[in-house]
Nanobody, 125 residues
Framework: QGDLVESGGDSVQAGGSLRLSCAAS????????MGWFRQAPGKDREGVAA????????FYADSVKGRFTISTDNAKNTVFLQMNSLKPEDTAMYYC??????????????????WGQGTQVTVSS
């Protein structure tokens, strides 16, 4: 049973930056699919960024390309989401997710087995 714990969410002004962290316990992030998802009130959960740690490949939603960066520290079983140039529309609960091996589609929530409880990001204009 893997546990994922997110941290780093906060309230910031538009144009600001945040770095989210997701620490995995009872689970190894090597050769895994790791994803960040977000869900705003009244909206579906959407994939923001994902990575397959086996080869370092990364995937991003069009809405965050060039602004967000996903990275992992396999030695610490931690995945990060660096968020720059934040916009009010980035406001949401952000969730970390994990699955063994390379999943497809890697940016879809249905592909993931383990989930964190979420961390709130609020961006004000």
């Amino acid at each position: 049973q893997g546990d994922l714990v997110e941290s780093g969410g906060d309230s910031v002004q538009a144009g600001g930056s945040l770095r989210l962290s997701c620490a995995a316990s009872g689970y190894t992030t090597s050769s895994s699919s790791m994803g960040w998802f977000r869900q705003a009130p009244g909206k579906d959960r959407e994939g923001v960024a994902a990575t397959y740690t086996g080869d370092g490949s990364t995937f991003y939603a069009d809405s965050v390309k060039g602004r967000f960066t996903i990275s992992t520290d396999n030695a610490k079983n931690t995945v990060f989401l660096q968020m720059n140039s934040l916009k009010p529309e980035d406001t949401a609960m952000y969730y970390c997710a994990a699955a063994e091996g390379l999943v497809a589609p890697i940016t879809k929530a249905v592909s993931y087995k383990y989930w964190g409880q979420g961390t709130q990001v609020t961006v004000s204009s």
